[in-house]
């Protein structure tokens, strides 16, 4: 017995929804609400509202755990739109209910007329029961698999595989069964047989009051055809093929897996079908002749080779500052000093190179000559390092002062 | 006799014998798909080379039996390690290898986050580096057309499928030697 108001109540929920919410995801999950998880939750959300969940009866306690109880989960799930699929199993039974209601219609047609009424009451409510499980089951199952597709639990995709399959083999096959328009077994066709009963019934029963009640389950019965056309068409042409899509996704990852994980990347007995390598082109050439002509040349062309002695005999020429100025101060005046240059060292029977020859340019540093330009100059070659200089003419005399 | 041979024959032979796919649509798959020309070359590819000429409805290539070959494996374990990093990320590998745009940085991000295949990163010389990586996609899958460049970006062709397919072959050949051995009783 609850004894507080309906809008106290109302309110409760309106103001705590959050915490609510929670609880019923931890139920969908789970199917329990643990104690541990139930103090944390009414921690994090810093209010004392134990009391009112029991006192409001919108949680039960059950052995060590805790449950939102039905009415009220109903009530979460549909405004969250978050329904649970239900097992094929639990949806046939509505299959079963619906059609020995219709047996029991038939067979006491003409029998009590209240227990008709109440029988086709009856008939109409389970009708619109079991749509509204299909209806939730085909979106759940929707929801459940593009989640899944896009994989937003991170899983992995051998755990994904598994979902797949579990939810193909275990709901929608199943349900797809239930429903199928083209299987002559399934609820749709139950449904066709009894909205053409229904049918006559509404135009010829002989009673008023049931001929209407017949006229209202016929009319749900045409929506319900309806329905359930859509349903199964969400079930072939989306829900299968989604599925069927991640099977196969899946089946390539799991073949990728296998060749990594299995070392088939780098196993030569690999069963992997080759791809061509590059082909190589190993045909002879048009010039083929010439070029092995050209090939055996070039031994018969090689010169005789000198190879130069680093160890020679020939001592190495000095730069003697003193001495070649004494002999330039004697020499004066010197008319043209690149001239004396070459003259003084070719006397020593030495080779002239140009790194002889711009030490012997030092001698125009010292203090005691003058230098003269001639405005002319002189083209030398140095032949031992083929080099080429363009040099002035100097004159030299003796510095008098 | 003078033999006739097909329209852009000298190229078909060109192509395939250089290891490239050829792919839909294009002049030279016009050639090989054409009734009278397909049986033509499969013929010649197997009498004169003993290669098997595979004409699928996306895509031609030519494979051999030579074991040796290690670029297959190569780019096989390089879409499979990438195929396998895009769906950790939550996206469908299929559609992103289909159509999506690459670029290297990408790329690296994928090799260089890969917890699960690290090991094999590190020992494949192809794909170990950045470096080696550039290689393998601009050099090497670029120039058996497996992938387009474009700008700094680049798509795969639909070549990739044969290595997705090649996954799936994997796995139902295992499935086969699975259901051959019979069941124990424990």
Redesign the interface.
């Given at each position: 017995m609850i004894k507080a108001e309906p809008k106290t109540i109302l309110s409760f929920i309106h103001q705590h929804f959050d915490l609510l919410k929670e609880l019923f995801l931890a139920q969908s999950k789970n199917n329990s609400i643990d104690y541990e998880f139930l103090n944390n939750e009414i921690e994090k959300y810093g209010v004392e509202i134990k009391t009112q969940l029991f006192e409001y009866h919108i949680l039960k306690n059950i052995n060590d755990e805790y449950q939102i109880t039905d009415v009220y989960y109903n009530l979460f799930e549909f405004i969250l739109q978050q329904f649970k699929p239900l097992l094929p199993e639990e949806i046939e039974k509505y299959v079963q209910s619906i059609t020995n209601l219709f047996i029991k219609i038939k067979e006491d047609i003409n029998k009590d007329k209240n227990i008709l009424i109440e029988r086709i009451d009856s008939l109409t409510s389970e009708i619109d029961k079991f749509l509204s499980q299909i209806k939730n089951n085909t979106s759940s199952l929707l929801v459940k698999s593009r989640d899944l597709?896009?994989?937003?639990d991170?899983i992995d995709?051998q755990e994904k595989i598994h979902k797949a399959s579990f939810w193909i083999d275990y709901y929608i096959i199943p349900l797809n069964n239930i429903i199928d328009i083209h299987n002559s077994e399934s609820i749709y066709n139950i449904l066709l047989n009894i909205s053409e009963y229904t049918n006559e019934k509404r135009l010829n029963f002989q009673d008023e009051n049931i001929r209407l009640k017949f006229e209202r389950l016929y009319n749900r019965l045409k929506q319900a055809l309806i329905d359930i056309r859509q349903q199964s068409e969400i079930l072939v042409n989306e829900l299968i093929p989604l599925i069927e899509r991640i099977k196969?996704?899946n089946?390539?990852?799991?073949?990728?897996?296998?060749?990594?994980s299995k070392g088939?990347?780098?196993k030569?007995?690999?069963?992997?079908?080759?791809?061509?390598?590059?082909?190589r082109d190993n045909v002879f050439s048009n010039d083929f002749e010439l070029s092995t002509k050209e090939y055996f040349e070039q031994f018969q062309l090689e010169e005789e080779v000198f190879i130069n002695d680093d160890n020679h005999s020939f001592e190495e020429w000095v730069f003697d500052k003193h001495k070649y100025k004494e002999r330039m101060i004697e020499a004066l005046p010197i008319q043209n000093f690149f001239e004396w240059t070459i003259n003084e060292i070719k006397s020593e029977n030495i080779d002239l190179n140009t790194n002889q020859y711009f030490t012997m340019v030092s001698l125009l540093f010292e203090k005691d000559i003058n230098i003269e330009y001639q405005n002319k100059y002189e083209k030398i070659i140095i032949e031992k390092d083929n080099t080429e200089l363009k040099i002035p003419v100097l004159k030299i005399t003796k510095d008098e002062n | 006799m003078k033999i006739e041979y097909p329209k852009y024959h000298y190229d078909v032979v060109k192509s395939?014998?250089?290891?490239k796919f050829i792919l839909f649509p294009g002049k030279l798959y016009k050639t090989i798909s054409e009734a009278e020309n397909k049986e033509f070359y499969i013929d010649f590819f197997q009498e004169s080379f003993g290669?098997e000429l595979i004409v699928e409805t996306e895509y031609v290539?030519?494979?051999?039996?030579?074991?040796?070959?290690k670029?297959?494996?190569d780019?096989?374990?390089f879409?499979?390690?990438l195929?396998?990093e895009i769906?950790?990320e939550?996206?469908?590998?299929?559609e992103e290898l289909n159509s999506s745009f690459f670029n290297l940085e990408r790329i690296n991000l994928y090799f260089e986050n890969s917890h699960s295949?690290n090991e094999?990163i590190t020992?494949?010389k192809q794909i170990s580096s950045p470096e080696s990586r550039k290689s393998l996609i601009y050099n090497t899958m670029l120039k058996?057309n497996i992938i387009e460049k474009m700008g700094d970006n680049f798509q795969f062709t639909k070549a990739h499928k044969?290595f997705?397919n090649?996954?799936?072959?994997?796995?139902e050949?295992?499935s086969e030697e699975e259901s051959t051995y019979p069941q124990q009783s424990v």
């Open positions: 597709k896009a994989n937003i991170n995709y196969t996704e089946s390539i990852l799991k073949g990728m897996h296998h060749y990594l088939l990347w780098y030569k007995d690999s069963p992997q079908k080759e791809l061509l390598q590059k082909f | 395939l014998l250089d290891g290669y290539y030519l494979i051999s039996e030579n074991t040796d070959e670029t297959s494996r780019i096989m374990t879409i499979s390690i195929s396998y769906d950790k939550g996206k469908n590998f299929i295949w094999i020992e494949n058996r044969v997705l090649f996954a799936l072959e994997l796995i050949k295992e």
